[in-house]
Nanobody
C-alpha cells in the first residue's frame, strides 16, 4: 500500500513563503489525483488545492493566486508552494490521494505538517 507523508511546515512571518512536500512511498501515477487539505484549531478540515494525474488543478478561493500545487512524478512527490502567507493560513496541512479533483478524501489522515504564520 502506497503511503503519503507530509513535510515542509514551519514557522514563518506573514508575507513569507513555504513549500510543502507530499512524498509517496511508491508510484504516485497510480493515483487519479492528490490533494492538500488543512485544519486550523476549532475549524473543520478544508480543501486547499488538488492536482490530477494529468496535471489539472483546482484551488480553494483562499489559495488562488497565492498557492501553487505541482507534482514531480519522477520523485513521486506533490508540492504546495505557498506565498504571501497570512496568519489565517496557520493550520496543520495534510495530503491524500483522491479518485478525482472533485472528490473528498475517504482514507485515514496522516500526521500532517504544521504551518504557523505569525503576524
Amino acid at each position: 500500500q502506497v503511503q503519503l507523508v507530509e513535510s515542509g511546515g514551519g514557522l514563518v512571518q506573514a508575507g513569507g513563503s513555504l513549500r510543502l512536500s507530499c512524498a509517496a512511498s511508491g508510484n504516485i501515477l497510480r493515483f487519479n489525483a492528490i490533494g492538500w487539505y488543512r485544519q486550523a484549531p476549532g475549524n473543520q478540515r478544508e480543501s486547499v488545492a488538488v492536482i490530477s494525474r494529468d496535471g489539472s488543478s483546482n484551488y480553494a478561493g483562499s489559495a488562488k493566486g497565492r498557492f501553487t500545487i505541482s507534482r514531480d512524478n519522477a520523485k513521486n512527490t506533490v508540492y504546495l508552494q505557498m506565498n504571501s502567507l497570512k496568519p489565517e493560513d496557520t493550520a496543520v496541512y495534510y495530503c491524500q490521494a483522491i479518485p478525482s479533483i472533485w472528490s473528498w478524501p475517504s482514507g485515514s489522515w496522516g500526521q500532517g505538517t504544521q504551518v504557523t504564520v505569525s503576524s
